[in-house]
């Protein structure tokens, strides 16, 4: 028995376009630092989507044309991601001369995964010559929503571990790795 006429179900899709963010720069070391290089492969990504969605939708109302050159773009930012993400990749591992701490913002993480990386890391680069400080990035910042969780699970660790640490900025954590045995640490596989 039917009750009332049928109704249409299809969906309106939206066309968006997506435009690059701008980014400002001061000087070319800033340009090529690790923060900003994740920066900018978080931007690159986000943009991607944002032109991948529009080719989507762009498809879906029929304007193939658009759509084709939406993906172009979009395939255009995630090279740059891609390019940005190899050169933070670089960044982080390479040692100049007198740099021997290796950075390690966890800023972007929450409290859980934020340990989770801080333990790769700590087990990774510890009894390495070549690194001497693991530099950990957990201060409270004014986006900070975790309210200091992130910074109090590292410190614990770093106090069951009895790993000695110092204190930079309020924001960082300084840890010389370099006399630290990663098969004595507890969470390590054995």
Known sequence: ???????????????????????????EDDENSFEVLRKAVKEYWITMKEYHQAAVDAFVKGDHARANKLMEQGH???RKAREA?????????????????????LLDHGPKEALHLFRLHLTSFSGIPAYKYLRVIVGTSDEDTTKGARKRLILKQLEKESIKWTEVDGRAIMIQVDVIDPKRLSFSKK
């Open 1 to 27: 028995m039917v009750v009332e006429p049928m109704t249409d179900t299809a969906i309106e899709h939206k066309i968006v376009s997506a435009k690059p963010l701008e980014v400002t720069r001061d000087d």
């Open 85 to 105: 993400d190899e050169k933070s990749a670089q960044k982080l591992l390479e040692t100049s001369q007198g740099d021997d701490e290796v950075p390690l913002d």
């Open 76 to 78: 255009f930012f995630n």
